[in-house]
């Protein structure tokens, strides 16, 4: 692997894609640890290590390497985006003017594009707002203020420099998606992720257990990466025939192919969802009193990632959203019709409403099996926690590891494809 990636730096067009692509990487670390103007760089450092296992916003802050805590510049990280895009393919099944965007090809792709942007600003706008909001109240940072001066105009600033940190970051991941190499957004997400795990290894080293509990957790954190490398490699592969057709004095067609479907045709998105959707009443419950009897109910029961009813809540709304994510992804009765127009068929399968009937029958099948591998997974944090004793927030849990592994392998297969047209020979012999 060494001699393949000198390979690609040997390459002139692909090592300048490479080098761009680091130092987008690099700036965007650098916005990380910039803070926004009117936030006291010291009064954060102080609030950090006074709350160092706060988890109301674990997974906002996992995904701006953690820029949130620290109200940066780019505080709000790849969140916004990720959000929108969401927000938009959902509402594909609502409103049919996307739908019929999204299968106007690329107009209407770049259409649906231009709406991601505009609604990533709005949310970008929306989330500042709450997150300067509650660093002023203490929410954010329980017994801190992070921000000296009480100005409004001094929140408003601060406000408009992390909306505008949101559309920079964006700018910068589609610079990524055109000029370097991988998808820009989810490189972010992936070097935000990567960025926490020195600090989370050596704040278990130097924690209660010491050597013994780092070994065990890298070991664990191995095994767990192996495992889902293999998982997320695997595919259902339903075979398709084609027909052969004459077109005038040409035949078309008579070759063979396969549909795949991977065990986990939702990725990481059930487990953000699920994840925030438990995060509402945590947030609600910061702004009422401490001392109401719902407000310890939600502390006790849904707060705690090792309450019954959390993990209950946790795994079903996981397995829902698997299903419901993978219905809007992959429709069966659209591929049918797309196959019967080309003339394809899977064999033994009548074309037509047999086709989509049996689609149906295999996605389900797979994506059963998949909603539970997800929900292991997502619960690596909470086994950890209660088994190792180590925080529950550690950033090789569920959500970091699918994220890291599907963007890892992503980027991996472009560059070898790219050197492969070059020399014939990838980055694996």
């Not at 730096?9 to 761009?20: A, G, I, Q």
């Not at 959000?83 to 019929?100: C, D, G, K, N, Y």
């Not at 770049?110 to 707002?129: D, E, N, P, S």
């Amino acid at each position: 692997m060494l001699s393949g990636f000198a390979r690609a730096f040997r390459t002139p067009d692909l090592r300048s894609k490479l080098l761009f692509t680091i130092g987008i990487i690099v700036l965007y670390r650098i916005g990380s640890h910039v803070p926004a103007p009117g936030v006291s760089y010291t009064n954060i450092q102080q609030c950090l290590a006074a709350n160092e296992d706060n988890s109301l916003l674990g997974i906002v802050n996992l995904f701006s390497g953690g820029a949130l805590l620290q109200l940066s510049i780019f505080a709000l990280g790849i969140m916004p985006y990720i959000t929108a895009s969401i927000i938009i393919q959902l509402l594909r099944v609502v409103i049919p003017r996307f739908e019929a965007l999204h299968k106007e090809g690329q107009t209407g792709t770049a259409k649906l594009t231009q709406y991601t942007r505009y609604l990533t600003i709005g949310l970008g706008l929306l989330q500042a707002t709450t997150f300067v909001t509650m660093a002023r109240t203490g929410a954010l940072l329980p017994g801190c203020n992070p921000i000296p001066d009480e100005s409004i105009m001094t929140s408003v600033f601060i406000i408009l420099t992390m909306t505008a940190g949101t559309g920079l970051i964006m700018w910068l991941g589609e610079q990524i998606t055109e000029r370097g190499v991988g998808n820009g957004m989810s490189l972010l997400i992936f070097i935000s992720i990567a960025a926490s795990f020195p600090g989370a290894l050596w704040s278990i080293a130097k924690g209660s257990g010491g050597l013994a509990k780092f070994i065990t957790v890298v070991l664990v954190a191995f095994i767990v990466i192996a495992l889902v490398v293999f998982v997320e490699q695997s595919q259902r592969r339903i075979p398709v025939q084609y027909a052969k057709r004459m077109v005038g004095r040409k035949v078309y067609g008579g070759s063979s192919t396969y549909i795949p479907i991977k065990v986990n045709m939702a990725g990481v998105i059930p487990v953000i969802f699920a994840s925030s959707i438990l995060s509402v009443p945590m947030l609600i419950a910061q702004f009422a009193n401490y001392e109401a009897d719902w407000v310890k109910w939600v502390q006790n029961n849904i707060a705690d990632p090792t309450a019954p009813l959390h993990l209950v809540l946790y795994v079903t709304m996981i397995i829902f959203f698997c299903f419901f994510y993978t219905a809007i992804t992959f429709n069966p009765d659209e591929v049918a019709d797309n196959m019967k127009k080309y003339g394809g068929f899977i064999p033994g399968i009548r074309a037509g409403r047999p086709t989509a009937d049996y689609l149906n029958y295999v996605i389900t099948r797979v994506t059963s099996a998949g909603s539970v591998y997800l929900a292991l997974v997502a619960l690596i944090p909470t086994v950890a926690f209660i088994a190792l004793g180590v925080n529950s927030n550690i950033p090789f849990g569920g959500t970091s590891i699918l994220i890291i592994v599907g963007v890892g392998l992503d980027t991996v297969k472009q560059i070898d494809s790219q050197l492969q047209q070059r020399h014939y020979e990838g980055l694996l012999k």
